[in-house]
């Protein structure tokens, strides 16, 4: 059972230039949740999101950052125009329950983004 | 909302000793409390975690304690290995919805060897 896929693992853009993360969830987990962590720092929760659904967003800033998880394929969380600010370590973590007894939250590897 | 503080920031153990980690946290609404190890590189992984109606909790060299009237709970790491250096985060969510935690700011845990 693979875990939690992220790609690109390292990713480096151009100011103004756009970012595309990519996270598959482990294998029967429907809620996906992304992380940012910047440098020496804790991880900060951004959004999180069903299949096809919104829940919360309540980390995400408010211009440049949107985030989707289709029906099929991966979620993507996109930073458009990005600037040196938007450097840091992006984590994607899944649960197979967003409520519950059980629920634990799995983390994958991270893409590392590094605004140029 | 949810505040977690996290102590000490570094810490440098020789083989063998005991390691603790405390964490502090604000909302009496959590009940669910992960910690994470991060090695150089990699992602979180979950090593323990423990709910609200639990006092301590233990996985063989590692237990969690809590004190929910207080408001906070620690990680302790007895026998401490090289292997064991990285950085530790404490969480803190609610249970409905254990994926949104609120981190601590990271421990790196040294054993010297």
């Known amino acids: 059972n693979a875990g939690v896929m992220q790609n690109p693992r390292h990713l480096v853009r151009r100011r103004g230039q756009e970012a595309r993360l990519r996270c598959s969830p482990m294998?029967?987990?429907?809620?996906v949740y992304w992380y940012r962590q910047l440098p020496e720092e804790g991880l900060k929760f951004m959004v999180y999101?069903?299949?096809?659904?919104?829940?919360?967003e309540s980390g995400m800033p408010k211009e440049r950052f949107s985030a989707e998880f289709p029906k099929e394929g991966p979620s993507i969380l996109r930073i458009q125009q990005v600037v040196r600010g938007d450097s840091a370590a992006y984590f994607c973590?899944?649960?197979?329950?967003?409520?519950?007894?059980?629920?634990?939250?799995?983390f994958g590897q991270g893409t590392r983004l590094t605004v140029v | 909302g949810e505040n977690v503080e996290q102590h000490p920031s570094t810490l440098s153990v020789q083989e063998g000793d005991s390691a603790v980690i405390k964490c502090t946290y604000s909302?009496?609404?959590?009940?669910?409390f992960p910690w994470y190890k991060q090695e150089l590189g990699k992602g979180p992984q979950l090593i323990i975690d423990?709910?609200?109606?639990?006092g301590e909790k233990k996985d063989q060299r590692i237990a969690v304690t809590l004190n929910k009237t207080a408001k906070h709970f620690s990680l302790h790491i007895t026998e401490t290995q090289p292997e064991d250096s990285a950085v530790y985060f404490c969480?803190?969510?609610?249970?409905?919805?254990?994926?949104?935690?609120?981190f601590g700011d990271g421990t790196t845990l040294t054993v010297k060897p």
């Open positions: 973590a899944s649960s197979p329950l967003g409520t519950g007894m059980n629920t634990e939250a799995f």
């Open positions: 294998k029967g987990h429907s809620h």
């Open positions: 999101l069903q299949k096809e659904n919104i829940i919360d």
């Open positions: 909302d009496s609404a959590s009940n669910y």
């Open positions: 423990i709910r609200s109606n639990v």
């Open positions: 969480a803190a969510s609610r249970d409905t919805n254990a994926g949104k935690s609120t």
